[in-house]
């Protein structure tokens, strides 16, 4: 069973990433993280961003600069355009090599924020879930975890799918607000408890 999991930034996807892998002893296969990886020092994409970007977009350590890179991203589309075109290659084939250490029988959670804006990761797994939040819910819980003002937090989410395009896309939705911890691991042990999962 290859589950693709998304929802908005600050919706508890990745609380629910960790409770399929501890519930329902599933390999998990973070498309987030290795965009990560790959922009560390010494990362697979630095090589590429650096030449195309220019030294502006390199953080003193090697690392890209996120700040940077977010602010341009937002202001010019052609630029985000072309940072997908060097990072999404490398993300797919690590995310495959990653994806394929999964045992016989075993199921595999790709937590891919961006799943219904990609466009092509629903041929790619065999059920999509949705972990869905008002947006006040999202936007207080970023500005809780992170540095980032409201004014960019909002940023953020008008680049994401709206939440109703995300629901249209899900084979099955977990309501995140108000919902404990606990509450929310049983919420996820409930659908791994279903046909559906």
């Known amino acids: ?71 341009l991203a937002f202001r010019d589309p052609r630029a985000k355009r072309e940072l997908e075109a060097i990072l999404h290659p490398l993300i797919g084939a690590e995310t495959a090599r990653q994806a394929a250490l999964a045992a016989p029988g075993q199921r595999v959670v790709f937590d891919v924020p961006l799943l219904v804006e990609s466009g092509r990761w629903r041929q790619q797994v065999d059920r999509v879930l949705v972990v869905d939040c008002r947006e006040e819910t999202q936007v207080a819980r970023v500005i809780a975890r992170s540095r980032l003002d409201e004014a960019t937090v909002r940023a953020i989410l008008a680049q994401q799918a709206t939440r109703t395009q995300r629901r249209a896309a899900a084979d099955a939705v977990i309501h995140n607000d108000g919902l404990s911890l606990e509450q929310l691991r049983e919420e996820v042990g409930h659908l791994l408890s279903t046909p559906l999962f």
């Not at 409770?19 to 973070?30: E, F, S």
């Not at 790959?38 to 961003?49: E, F, K, S, V």
């Open 1 to 71: 069973m290859r589950i693709g999991l998304t929802g908005g930034i600050g919706s508890g996807k990745s609380t629910v990433a960790a409770a399929l892998v501890d519930l329902g002893d599933a390999l998990l296969v973070d498309t987030d993280a290795i965009s990560r990886t790959l922009t560390l020092p010494g990362g697979g994409a630095m090589p590429a961003i650096a030449t195309r970007f220019g030294p502006g977009f390199v953080a003193q350590d090697g690392a890209l600069d996120r700040a940077a890179m977010r602010e």
